[in-house]
């Protein structure tokens, strides 16, 4: 018998059963928001929102949390304009984990409002080489086109199903795509790729391997 291609939820913050396969999930644990590493697999990050004094012990954690094996990326982690935190309180922040995934070789999965510029800026003043996934994106095919070109990944939550992003859908190499829950209680997965099939006009199979295969390659699986 075939294997089964698995979905993918790149960022989520819902509990998969640990030996569900049918879906393969990257939970995300802000450690300056008193969540804790689990035993799936997870990203682990200092969320923008939560910045605070603690910030210190926290990359502390984070530097233990990298060394073992479920953790797969850092994140989320960036920057939000939205926000009191100042920017620069922010971008010291975003810095250090940067720094972090250099070190560690492990992929960065972004939080970034309005920021945009700032962010590739820090990520090419350091020259990051590792994967970087711009998660819950939700702005338009222009930007998008200019951040895959840079080569990053966008993941793609719920918000889409109402068609505002069908123009990106339609024209994002399947190479650079990622779909996610994130905090949405009220989507499947499963519903998010059916849409996203139906839009391209390909078999959901199809979009499955290729989301698969970037999973693969962002997490050296």
């Not at 390909?202 to 290729?210: D, N, V, W, Y």
Request: overall charge neutral.
């Amino acid at each position: 018998m075939v294997p089964q291609v698995p979905y993918i939820d790149l960022h989520t913050h819902r509990n998969y059963p640990i030996k569900e396969r049918a879906i393969l999930s990257v939970k995300n644990i802000a450690l300056n928001h008193a969540e804790e590493i689990t035993e799936t697999d997870c990203s682990i990050g200092l969320h923008p929102w939560y910045i605070d004094g603690t910030s210190e012990l926290a990359l502390a954690l984070m530097k233990g949390g990298l060394k073992q094996a479920q953790v797969l990326a850092i994140g989320e982690c960036g920057l939000d304009k939205n926000i009191a935190i100042p920017l620069i309180q922010q971008l010291q922040v975003f810095d250090r984990q940067v720094q972090l995934a250099q070190v560690y070789r492990k992929p960065l999965i972004i939080h970034c409002v309005r920021a945009f510029q700032e962010i590739v800026s820090c990520l090419k003043k350091v020259n990051f080489n590792e994967a970087v996934v711009f998660h819950g994106y939700r702005k338009n095919w222009t930007l998008a086109r200019q951040l895959i070109d840079q080569g990053y990944y966008l993941s793609i939550g719920g918000h889409c199903l109402n068609g505002s992003q069908d123009e990106l859908l339609e024209n994002i190499s399947l190479s650079q795509l990622f779909l996610e829950t994130d905090t949405d209680t009220t989507v499947e997965i499963t519903t998010l790729y059916q849409y996203v099939a139906r839009i391209r006009s390909i078999e959901l199979e199809e979009l499955k391997r290729a989301l698969y295969q970037n999973y693969k390659k962002v997490f050296n699986k």
